[in-house]
């Protein structure tokens, strides 16, 4: 076979001459999954709005000493810091993805990776808002000064090992919420999308 049979092959395999209807269908079917991750993003927006509101009145729902008080500050301070940096890569992936036609392989994985990308950031996040939480408990409970809501918690369980066994329980369950959370909100939706690129690369 000579070099002009196989330019008249490659010519006669146009790319308009593809089944495109097949690959608009390959395309509408990562419209479902793109759909259910931003209803699912705006949700979890107000959810964690509220959660962030809850905290915030946390000194005023319990009586705590003023100590007590500007440490709860400190640590807040931490926690409302990586919260807003979340919010602000959020929100930006959010609206971004408002602004594009996904009937284009680059667009949509463009979508795919950057929604990987989050679902690992706010793994990262809770991880950390779980070790300011649990700091925060720490100091709480050891402080000297004044009385803390740890303190029967702590006399209790002070002289045995079940009080360790508690803290690594809590602290074992919070991470495994952490890692199993994301994947469950976005991890179908991360998978269905994966789907239709592979099988439009194929």
Known sequence: MNFDELQKQWNDQKVDDLPMDTRL?????ANLPID?????????????????????????????????????GV???????????????FFKFYKHSYNLSFNSTRNLAWFYYE??????????????????????GFVAAT???????????????RTSSSFIVVIIVIILFSFTIAEMYPNYMYGKDLKRIKKVLDELDE
Do not use: W
């Open 75 to 89: 640590f807040f301070t931490f926690f409302t810091a990586f919260i807003l940096y979340y919010f602000y890569k």
């Open 36 to 72: 259910n991750v931003r209803r699912k993003m705006k949700k979890e927006f107000f959810t964690q709005l509220v959660c962030f509101v809850i905290i915030l009145s946390f000194p005023l729902l319990i009586t705590i000493s003023e100590i007590q008080l500007l440490i709860f």
């Open 115 to 136: 929604l990987k990308m989050n679902i690992e950031l706010y793994k990262a996040l809770t991880y950390i808002l779980f070790f300011i939480g649990f700091s925060y």
């Open 143 to 157: 402080m000297v000064e004044g009385h803390t809501i740890f303190d029967g918690l702590i006399s209790r369980y």
């Open 25 to 29: 269908d390959k395309m509408g079917e």
